[in-house]
């Protein structure tokens, strides 16, 4: 693919000739033009007709023929159907112009060397040490660790056209993570990610970590055939209790978050609008994502996995800059909710540990005591 080279920045060709501002009067500017000299248009506040986010979005995605964005609540929309949804002010149409506005204005500053560009390469963290096991405890075998290991609970929804393949995603590249650290992964998928299952095996001793991918809403997390697996107000607190939740889905950060950690949850992290994705490259999505997975799962805190999956959203978004695939994964990004985001979502500390650790004399525990 030629690219071209516009500031500080190096743009596939196409990307490069899509607009990148619009002027009060609603006429629309070029990145060539901008870098040649011209006055750039100004974004944010100062944008305030609809009809101009609009006639710049809808310019910038007719530069993009074969794009299907996908919606993790709602479906799979072609290039005319989200034109469509642009032109009707739908709240979906709103979002995608929402996010090409921000990230045009993004890009501009990047170009004009305002703004750092983003790297295209992501270090892994190490793997965070297990506590030490002490001398008198060392008597057990490992073999008989099982007894002790911590359970991690996946409702991965891989029934439906749209979570499918993300689904699968997690199952081969985040559950063996977990695995791989110790925990035993119990995992929901088919027609078994329902609320039946979901209720029982939340509630087993030792489920310290809960997550998948599925359809939701602002107050519940969905499974197969789009059923409620956790609604606010028809769950046992039982069942999120000193739990760290993830859940890839719509809107799920906004309340259920809050109410798990109400409930008695130590953390909770999702997302506060729709996810929103590009068919071609949704790859990009789920990976950014499932590195919060990955970075509790060898022991990182919570405020170090949300960094660890910013800097996996800007992975993403630098290695197609310019394009519509660049712009939902900032917007996915900046709708992220986690203890970072405020203390309603919990512990910015919280950790999970493959195996329960005990304090306490090896007779003690024998002989109950404590």
């Given at each position: 693919?030629?690219?071209?080279?516009?500031?500080?920045?190096?743009?596939?060709?196409?990307?490069?000739?899509?607009?990148?501002?619009?002027?009060?009067?609603?006429?629309?500017?070029?990145?060539?033009?901008?870098?040649?000299?011209?006055?750039?248009?100004?974004?944010?506040?100062?944008?305030?007709?609809?009809?101009?986010?609009?006639?710049?979005?809808?310019?910038?995605?007719?530069?993009?023929?074969?794009?299907?964005?996908?919606?993790?609540?709602?479906?799979?929309?072609?290039?005319?159907?989200?034109?469509?949804?642009?032109?009707?002010?739908?709240?979906?149409?709103?979002?995608?112009?929402?996010?090409?506005?921000?990230?045009?204005?993004?890009?501009?500053?990047?170009?004009?060397?305002?703004?750092?560009?983003?790297?295209?390469?992501?270090?892994?963290?190490?793997?965070?040490?297990?506590?030490?096991?002490?001398?008198?405890?060392?008597?057990?075998?490992?073999?008989?660790?099982?007894?002790?290991?911590?359970?991690?609970?996946?409702?991965?929804?891989?029934?439906?056209?749209?979570?499918?393949?993300?689904?699968?995603?997690?199952?081969?590249?985040?559950?063996?993570?977990?695995?791989?650290?110790?925990?035993?992964?119990?995992?929901?998928?088919?027609?078994?990610?329902?609320?039946?299952?979901?209720?029982?095996?939340?509630?087993?001793?030792?489920?310290?970590?809960?997550?998948g991918i599925g359809h939701g809403n602002y107050d519940l997390y969905t499974g197969h055939g789009n059923s409620s697996v956790l609604r606010i107000g028809a769950y046992d607190p039982l069942e999120v209790q000193d739990c760290s939740l993830h859940f890839l889905s719509c809107r799920t950060g906004r309340d259920l978050g809050p109410n798990?950690?109400?409930?008695?949850?130590?953390?909770?992290?999702?997302?506060?609008?729709?996810?929103?994705?590009?068919?071609?490259?949704?790859?990009?999505?789920?990976?950014?994502?499932?590195?919060?997975?990955?970075?509790?799962?060898?022991?990182?805190?919570?405020?170090?996995?949300?960094a660890d999956t910013v800097n996996q959203f800007n992975v993403g978004m630098a290695t197609v800059p310019g394009t519509s695939t660049a712009a939902l994964l900032m917007q996915d990004r900046d709708l992220l909710r986690s203890p970072v985001s405020g203390a309603a979502w919990g512990s910015k500390t919280d950790t999970v540990l493959p195996?329960?650790?005990?304090?306490?004399?090896?007779?003690?525990?024998?002989?109950?005591?404590?």
């Open positions: 693919m030629s690219t071209v080279k516009l500031g500080k920045l190096t743009l596939p060709q196409f990307a490069a000739e899509k607009p990148i501002g619009v002027r009060g009067d609603g006429t629309l500017m070029y990145a060539k033009e901008i870098i040649a000299g011209k006055t750039p248009p100004k974004f944010g506040l100062d944008l305030t007709s609809f009809q101009n986010k609009a006639k710049l979005a809808i310019a910038r995605i007719k530069m993009e023929s074969d794009l299907k964005i996908g919606v993790i609540s709602e479906g799979i929309y072609n290039q005319r159907e989200i034109i469509s949804h642009i032109e009707n002010q739908t709240s979906l149409g709103k979002q995608i112009a929402d996010a090409e506005i921000k990230y045009s204005e993004f890009l501009l500053n990047q170009m004009l060397g305002k703004t750092a560009l983003l790297s295209d390469r992501f270090v892994m963290p190490k793997e965070i040490a297990l506590p030490a096991v002490p001398a008198e405890w060392k008597i057990i075998p490992k073999a008989k660790w099982i007894s002790f290991r911590n359970k991690v609970l996946f409702c991965e929804n891989t029934t439906d056209s749209v979570t499918n393949q993300a689904a699968l995603y997690r199952i081969n590249n985040v559950h063996p993570v977990f695995a791989n650290r110790g925990f035993e992964v119990i995992k929901l998928d088919g027609v078994n990610d329902n609320r039946t299952n979901f209720a029982a095996r939340a509630k087993e001793s030792r489920v310290v970590y809960i997550g798990t950690i109400a409930k008695g949850a130590k953390s909770y992290t999702g997302y506060s609008e729709n996810f929103t994705f590009t068919w071609a490259n949704s790859t990009l999505f789920w990976k950014a994502d499932s590195q919060f997975d990955i970075s509790m799962a060898i022991g990182r805190t919570v405020q170090q996995a949300i195996y329960v650790f005990y304090n306490i004399s090896l007779k003690d525990f024998a002989n109950r005591s404590v």
